[in-house]
């Protein structure tokens, strides 16, 4: 069957950029796929996580943060990270896709490498950790199948990061060394903790299975693999692999150390020593392993690899070293020759291995162009070599309409000279309409506001011309043009509440009540309060109260006489005007005001609601009667 059509994801479009056009490899971890970014017009490679670590939002935030810092890894031996993103149950990396074979394949084909050839291949894979080992980095996870050789040559590193990613699932211990088992540290299978020496010890594996064709443990299990990493040591290449020169032995030796201090200090440091050995070792006649490296004694029995089958080209360890020794005899007397003849060419060996290195693409970075206007942005990018697309722009409340909002690859990014990228345009703010409200219910309006995307703040007042529940109004008002995710307030109806008319005059009283389209009725009655003033009400104060409703107010008798205080001073003995303060006129003042003055001027103040304008509409007492003693209390409605 071909698993390629069936492949749900084969004909997609993730994302909104990336189709999806076939099925290159699946791993443990993840599935590669062939995509064509539609935005830039550009093969890419996506690698999609399977469905259980993607679910996984632990795994999910490492797996972002893990993916930008391997896009801002530049070096011409790792796979660049283009972008990183989901679409819904999809979590993907946008890589550069690497026409070629990774390393695995070319070992199932060829079987072991010639010592220089493995190398070749090692130097620029050191090159590559090394990069990132001096940006803080650790891979964890080298092994073959990461390593990429591309058709025209060269050697590319893949999935920096994602083991560390993957250590922040819920995955078991067991779950995450079965795939890499085979090259996994001493200290990562007893503790699970890795640094750079870790991806370092991994590379000496990888070296020996390029030597040998073969890992140095094999198990039933993958326990039992990961047991022989930690109490067995690495065995010498040769003897596996009898033309292996002693320069790659010990070479694999330092780097396979059990002890991480023991080891190269980091990539860097193992690669100056592969460069040594590749410049040592002869040109011609195969590996020349025979002539510079035997060892005089029969080899030591190769530890950890007794369960393993013999290699196909591999005769028994003991006929093929005596070979070895009796070379090492017969040449024993040139070694002082090898070592001067090795200085005389050093130099010109230099020269030639930094031609292998240069002889790499050019990269430059991709200018920071964000802010500047689309046209002068475009033109300057396009004047140093590149090519230049302008795609669909994006709403930004920072960035003015007409300038560069981003650009993909993202500024700072190292690319090939030449290489092509997007500018993103800004939209500038993103504008909607408020829609009308009038009459809706709170939750009408939210909703309404919210598929307009806007937000809102529910603000209720007292009203009797709209019904209890509705919206009287919005602000910033009905048609009118805001951002977008503005907040805007919603005033709803909270009906009328009968306001406290206690101690007002009557026919102030009456003209409020009539003002809110209420009925009024009065009854007099005598009273020791003051005349001609409210005593009682129904309905009671806050009350609610429909308009055209009737209301009673109970008044006491308007014939007039001046109130007790008025004829009598504080010791209850006839009044002394000397004494009195006068009251000054507050009404239409703002509340907080006309408190602060009378306060000021040592009177008491009390506050009654009345439509609750923070406006004076009235007070008590007010002129005529405007001479009260110090100290007296002032009623103030608003």
């Known amino acids: 069957m071909d698993t390629t059509t069936a492949d749900p994801l084969v004909g997609r479009l993730l994302d909104g ?7 290159i490899a699946r791993g443990g971890m993840a599935t590669v796929y062939l995509a064509l970014d539609v935005r830039l017009d550009r093969t890419v490679a996506l ?6 670590l993607a679910e996984d939002p632990a795994f999910v935030r490492r797996f972002i ?32 896709y690497v026409p070629g074979r990774t390393l695995r394949d070319i070992l199932r084909e060829r079987g072991r490498l010639a010592a220089r050839e493995a190398l070749e291949i090692m130097i620029p894979v050191l090159a590559a950790l090394g990069a990132a080992h001096q940006a803080g980095m650790v891979h964890r996870d080298v092994k073959p199948e990461n390593v990429l050789l591309t058709d025209d ?18 995955q078991t211990r067991t779950g995450m060394m079965i795939g890499t088992i085979g090259y996994m540290s001493p200290e990562q299978v007893t503790t699970g903790g890795a640094d750079v020496r870790s991806d370092v010890y991994s590379a000496g594996i990888m070296l020996f299975e390029l030597i040998t064709g073969r890992q140095p443990y094999e198990g039933q299990t993958p326990m039992a693999v990961a047991y022989k990493h930690v109490h067995e040591t690495v065995p010498p290449a040769a003897s596996l692999a009898p033309d292996t020169p002693q320069l790659i032995d010990m070479l694999i030796a330092q780097a396979t150390a059990h002890e991480p201090e023991r080891r190269y200090q980091d990539a860097s440091a193992m690669l100056v020593a592969a460069v040594d050995a590749h410049r040592l070792l002869p040109r011609h006649g195969g590996s020349g392993a025979h002539q510079v490296t035997a ?5 030591p029995p190769v530890t950890g690899v007794h369960a393993m089958p013999s290699a196909p080209q591999a005769a028994p360890s003991h006929t093929l070293i005596q070979p070895r020794a009796e070379v090492r005899a017969e040449r024993r007397g040139f070694r002082p020759n090898w070592f001067l003849i090795g200085l005389a060419i050093m130099m010109a060996a230099a020269i030639g291995l930094t031609a292998y290195f240069v002889a790499q693409p050019t990269y430059v970075q991709i200018p920071d162009l964000v802010g500047q206007n689309v046209t002068t942005a475009k033109q300057a990018a396009a004047s140093k070599g590149f090519k230049v697309t302008v795609v669909d722009g994006q709403y930004d409340d920072k960035v003015a309409k007409g300038r560069v909002l981003s650009t993909d690859p993202p500024a700072g990014t190292s690319v090939e000279e030449a290489s092509a990228f997007s500018i993103v345009p800004s939209l500038g703010p993103k504008l909607v309409t408020v829609p009308g409200l009038r009459d809706l219910t709170e939750e009408q309006a939210r909703t309404q506001l919210a598929d307009a995307g806007l937000k809102a703040k529910v603000v209720k007042m007292e009203n009797l011309e709209v019904e209890r529940g509705k ?6 008002a009905a048609g009118e043009q805001v951002k977008a995710g503005t907040t805007v307030e919603v005033r709803i109806s909270n009906g009328m509440l009968m306001p406290d008319m206690a101690g007002l005059p009557r026919q102030e009283a009456e003209a409020h009540l009539q003002g809110l389209g209420l009925g009024v009725q009065v009854q007099e009655v005598d009273d020791d309060a003051e005349p001609c003033t409210v005593i009682a009400q129904v309905p009671k104060a806050k009350s609610p109260v429909t308009k055209g409703q009737q209301t009673q107010l109970t008044v006491v008798n308007c014939g007039f006489s001046l109130p007790d205080w008025w004829m009598r001073g504080n010791d209850g003995e006839a009044r002394d ?15 907080k005001d006309a408190q602060q003055e009378l306060q000021q001027l040592g009177f ?11 406006v004076v509409r009235f007070q008590r007492p007010g002129p005529p009667l405007a001479e009260v003693p110090p100290g007296s209390t002032v009623t103030l409605w608003h």
Do not use: C, W
């Open 604 to 614: 008491k103040v009390k506050v009654k609601r009345l439509l609750g304008t923070g």
């Open 47 to 52: 690698k999609v996580m399977h469905r259980s």
């Open 471 to 476: 919206v009287l109004e919005s602000r910033p």
């Open 577 to 591: 005007d000397s004494g009195f303060s006068t009251v000054p006129s507050v009404v239409g003042k703002n509340l």
């Open 17 to 23: 950029r990336y189709r999806v056009e076939s099925r």
């Open 295 to 299: 060892s005089p004694m029969p080899a």
């Open 65 to 96: 943060g893990e993916a930008k810092s391997v896009a801002s890894l530049s070096h011409p031996n790792v796979v660049h990270v283009f972008d990183q993103g989901t679409d819904n149950d999809v979590v993907y990396l946008s890589m550069e």
């Open 153 to 170: 040559g060269r050697v590319k590193v893949v999935d920096f990061g994602l083991a560390r990613a993957i250590e922040a699932t819920n």
